[in-house]
């Protein structure tokens, strides 16, 4: 029998609004799309959706793709 494939992945992130937004809490969704499959394509290309979200830098989104890179590659294991 053959392993299941990664076809696609969500990743939802929250974090405390900035300090001059009304929200309290910013969301951020990043799907991981491919068109054969993650699994097919060995990797995928991102959609960012989001209201608001705050960074202070490049490194903190960098931060979040790294870490689902992390996740991804962990369920190839």
């Known amino acids: ?3 299941p494939k990664l076809d696609r992945a969500t990743f939802e992130f929250s974090q405390e609004g900035n300090c ?3 929200d309290e809490i910013e969301t951020l969704t ?3 799309e491919s068109s054969l499959g993650i699994d097919n394509d060995g ?3 991102y959609v ?3 209201d ?3 960074i202070d830098s490049v490194k903190n989104l960098q931060d979040l793709f ?3 890179q992390k ?3 962990a369920g190839e294991q």
Request: charged share 25%; proline share 0%.
């Open 1 to 3: 029998m053959n392993e």
């Open 20 to 22: 001059i937004s009304a």
């Open 30 to 32: 990043i799907e991981c």
């Open 43 to 45: 990797g995928c290309f």
């Open 48 to 50: 960012l959706k989001t």
């Open 52 to 54: 608001g979200w705050s």
């Open 66 to 68: 790294d870490r689902i």
């Open 71 to 73: 996740t991804i590659k």
